[in-house]
């Protein structure tokens, strides 16, 4: 039997999944992406120079809120309740790259697996807002799920 996408009806017509039935269980969700800027840029923002502020900081804070916020841009995507959201940076200053890496927890129906994805997004955009003034030839890649826990499906882990 092929498997159907679960936002698809059996007609082909997009519908909402109803979560209703499922077991509310603890989940958590992470998530990452990069962005790539010249060396001087990545060092001037770890050492505080860009001159709209503080990067790291702004880049949470927006990270944050977009997770809040996913049933608000995703269409389909249901309200949750959010416990936690972390948002880190792992710049890698000889390279040119920043990792930015999300955890979403909540205790819901369903998982967070887009909160995760958006948080981490969002706040490369805003490193992206930030520095465009030094750097507009950043590109920002590889957005991806890293893991997710919790619900029927258990534990999954990129390899």
């Not at 957005?143 to 029927?152: A, D, I, P, Y």
Request: with cysteine; glycine share 8%.
């Amino acid at each position: 039997m092929k498997k159907q996408f679960s936002h698809v009806d059996k007609a082909g017509n997009i519908q909402m999944v109803d979560v209703g039935d499922k077991e509310v269980t603890k989940r958590v969700a992470k998530a990452r992406c990069r962005i790539m800027m010249n060396p001087s840029t990545l060092r001037a923002v770890t050492e505080g120079k860009i001159k709209k502020g503080n990067v790291f900081t702004t880049a949470k804070i927006a990270g944050i809120l977009a997770a809040k916020r996913v049933d608000e841009l995703i269409p389909l995507c249901h309200t949750i309740s959010i416990n936690h959201v972390d948002i880190s940076f792992d710049p890698e200053l000889d390279k040119g790259v920043l990792i930015i890496s999300s955890e979403v927890g909540v205790t819901a129906q369903t998982g967070a697996e887009m909160e995760a994805l958006q948080a981490a997004a969002q706040a490369a955009l805003t490193v992206y807002d930030m520095c465009k003034a030094v750097d507009r030839g950043m590109v920002i890649s590889d957005l991806e799920l890293v893991e997710k826990s919790g619900g029927r499906s258990g534990l999954w882990k990129r390899e």
